[in-house]
């Protein structure tokens, strides 16, 4: 069933009637029994589910279910308690007892001393001091020692009993057992039996076993509560003990999501919800259609699901992640948390940091309250949906908190991260306001990714002293090479017979694309070069970032001006220098402009890899073109490419301009033979397969 959309796992007969879910559970042993970590999913997957309404039935007394429900943080609260053996029914909102339900139980109770007395000539029995009982008379008991006589006594006061743990004796009203009183309680609320999940480990939940409800019993539970369960009973054997054996049942049913083996972390899903229908990823390329792609191996698909934050005012929310056939499962968040997360918090104090532009970090103390929250609520969301012992892959400094969080509630998740941006020098990441908290969550990982082994090594220092630094991986992105190089092959040829020339950029809009800085050099190239005009357009692709993100407001202002100003200048005839594209376009028709290039200019003050350069590489290599790529010895490609690639520095107006002013110079014999040396660099793996070798290294880390 892997790969399967949350919500479309259960098995096993029906889950509810007409909505109604009950969870009937004792307490010691099965509520209370497993690890602290299942007994934390547990709680948190009732409190995701109110609808499920949780019934305790214990051989507890009352003062000893309050006092656990005072002390116990991981024990969720219940609607009803049925306690002391089911000869106590209470409404637990009010801890009110439901006369009328326990009048019936405790039909013909003779009370607590006429039984001690007429069990006293029984040595064996040794009653329960201290121990609130009500409504039953409770003993300690050594099996072998349990007896017809002592039954037979117990039989003449006109009361029942149960044995059970090899210990315990409890005498009680003839009509009292955990099982009738559930019974009385489902008839006064109408629950049909098969909306019933009930949940045991010893022989006094058997009277639960046999009223025909689904049932789950403990992989630790009393051995003579299973030989004697009812062959017909719907029961669940997970084979796991207390509350992780519950959430197992409860996931069988359908009732509650299931928990996965692998559990991605990504601040965005791989799709958008836009006019009216989910839309897939514009580029076959880039770490969306990468993870995308781990879902869509057929029987090699993992048992993954992909957690993401859905930004949704709760007016016109889209449909729920199974109508976009991927396995998501959203993390609503509402547009005021994303502003202060995501346009503030990581665009305004962290990004500059990545980017090596400590200058521009601007640090709001209540955006970061939002970038706290939300990383917060993304790992108690992935906690929910992570199986025990899970892996944990998260992405980018979007989710730097995570980590830290994670490791604190679910220190038996295996945790990694994998930075797709440039991580910055120490002395950079230090300027961050928050940086030790940062480093503190980031020092509880167990594995953490790069693009390139200098990233890998700013990681490290920058953690230098941590207790215990997470392993380092080195895991440059590919891109799906055959889908390129067949788009490419199969677009119609584009010659120009006019001698014109073609510059080519593709980039969001970013002031760490430097896109200003390349008008600046175009500009020079032009003054100083006038065989050029008329004949050289520089073609910039450059879809805006998403409304509401400020810290690029002046980079486009600039730029705009700058191209204005610059067709203004050298504009004739029919002839511009700049043909600005301020919108992101069809990927086939980026590939024609690929194909139409004669210069790939790629000038990053930082770039994490830049998959913009390979794609060009694959395009024009496929198609038989000759191409030139100036890569910036700032990005994570230029580690791959530099012995065949043009670099160039942009921090240096004259570099750019001179490495341009070269390229341009470049002899079409040359020019085939650096398209082919760097199709030669390209990578010879996919993006699925580089993703799971991400996966396997933080399972062995």
């Given amino acids: 069933m892997a790969g399967l959309p949350v919500g479309e796992r259960a098995a096993g007969g029906p889950a509810s009637v007409d909505g109604v879910r009950v969870l009937v559970t004792d307490l010691d042993g099965t509520l209370l029994g497993g690890d602290r970590c299942d007994r934390r999913r547990l ?16 051989g507890r007394g009352l003062p000893s279910v309050e006092g656990i429900l005072a002390r116990d943080p991981l024990v969720p609260r219940p609607r009803w308690i049925i306690a002391d053996v089911g ?103 109408q629950w049909p039996m098969a909306a019933v999940l009930v949940a045991g480990d010893s022989l006094n939940d058997l009277s639960l076993f046999r009223l025909g409800a689904h049932g789950v019993i ?15 009973s719907p029961v669940h054997r997970p084979g796991r003990r207390g509350a992780g054996a519950i959430l197992s049942a409860l996931e069988h049913l359908g009732w509650v999501e299931p928990t996965f083996s692998t559990v991605i972390g990504y601040h965005r899903p791989p799709v958008r919800w836009a006019d009216g229908s989910w839309q897939q990823p514009v580029s076959p390329n880039g770490i969306l259609p990468s993870l995308q792609g781990l879902f869509q191996g057929g029987t090699d698909s993992l048992d993954a699901i992909w957690t993401a934050a859905l930004v949704d005012d709760f007016s016109s929310t889209p449909p729920g992640p199974h109508h976009t056939g991927l396995p998501l499962a959203f993390l609503p968040v509402t547009p005021a948390h994303w502003t202060g997360y995501f346009h503030r918090a990581c665009k305004e104090t962290l990004w500059p940091a990545l980017m090596s532009r400590p200058d521009l970090i601007r640090h709001d103390p209540s955006a970061w309250a939002d970038y706290e929250w939300v990383n917060a609520a993304f790992a108690d969301h992935i906690a929910a949906h992570a199986d025990r012992g899970a892996t944990v892959w998260l992405h980018d400094y979007n989710l730097w908190l995570v980590p830290g969080i994670l490791r604190a509630a679910r220190p038996d998740l295996r945790l990694g991260l994998f930075h797709h941006t440039p991580f910055p020098a120490p002395e950079v990441f230090a300027r961050i306001p928050t940086a030790e908290r940062i480093r503190t969550s980031l020092a509880c990982l167990d594995w953490a990714g790069f693009h390139t082994a200098g990233y890998a090594d700013h990681f490290r220092h920058a953690l230098a002293g941590a207790r ?66 008329g004949r050289l357009r520089f073609r910039l692709v450059c879809p805006p970032p998403e409304p509401g993100i400020r810290a690029y407001d002046t980079t486009r202002t600039r730029l705009e001006n700058a191209v204005t100003e610059l067709n203004r200048t050298w504009r004739t005839g029919g002839w511009e220098p700049v043909d600005y594209i301020p919108r992101a376009l069809p990927f086939a028709e ?112």
């Fill in 590 to 701: 980026v590939v024609d402009h690929y194909l139409a290039a004669d210069v790939f200019w790629v000038t990053s003050l930082a770039d994490g890899m830049n998959l913009t350069a390979k794609e060009f590489i694959a395009a024009q290599s496929a198609a038989g073109r000759g191409g030139i790529l100036i890569l910036s010895r700032h990005t994570g490609a230029a580690a791959q490419f530099a012995p065949a690639a043009f670099l160039t520095d942009p921090h240096s107006a004259q570099d750019l301009v001179d490495t341009l002013d070269r390229a341009l110079s470049t002899s079409p014999g040359h020019r085939s033979d650096h398209i082919t040396r760097l199709a030669g660099l390209l990578d010879d793996h996919t993006p699925v397969q580089w993703a799971r070798r991400i996966i396997t290294a933080i399972r062995n880390a």
């Fill in 87 to 189: 000869a106590s029914v209470v409404d637990a909102t009010d801890m009110s007892r439901l006369d009328v339900l326990q009048n019936q139980l405790r039909m013909g109770w003779p009370g607590e001393e006429r039984v001690r007395a007429a069990l006293q000539r029984f040595p064996e029995l040794v009653h329960q001091d201290g121990v609130a009982q009500d409504g039953r008379c409770s003993f300690y008991l050594e099996p072998e020692l349990l007896s017809e006589e002592i039954g037979a006594a117990v039989a003449e006061l006109g009361c029942g009993w149960t044995y059970s743990a090899d210990r315990y004796f409890d005498v009680l009203p003839a009509a009292a057992s955990k099982g009738n009183a559930l019974a009385l309680l489902a008839g006064k609320l």
């Fill in 43 to 58: 709680r948190e997957a009732l409190a995701r589910h109110p609808e499920i309404t949780l019934v305790f039935a214990t």
């Fill in 468 to 533: 215990r630094p997470p392993r380092v991986g080195v895991h440059p992105l590919p891109i799906d090479r055959p889908t390129v190089e067949t788009l490419a092959r199969a677009r119609p040829p584009r010659r120009r017979e006019d001698g014109s020339i073609l510059v080519l950029s593709v980039e969001r809009l970013d002031y760490a694309k430097a896109p200003l800085q390349k008008v600046q050099a175009l500009a020079t190239l032009l003054a100083q070069r006038p065989d050029l005009r």
């Fill in 218 to 232: 403990m992989g630790d539970a009393e051995p003579a509560l299973r030989k004697r369960l009812p062959p017909e």
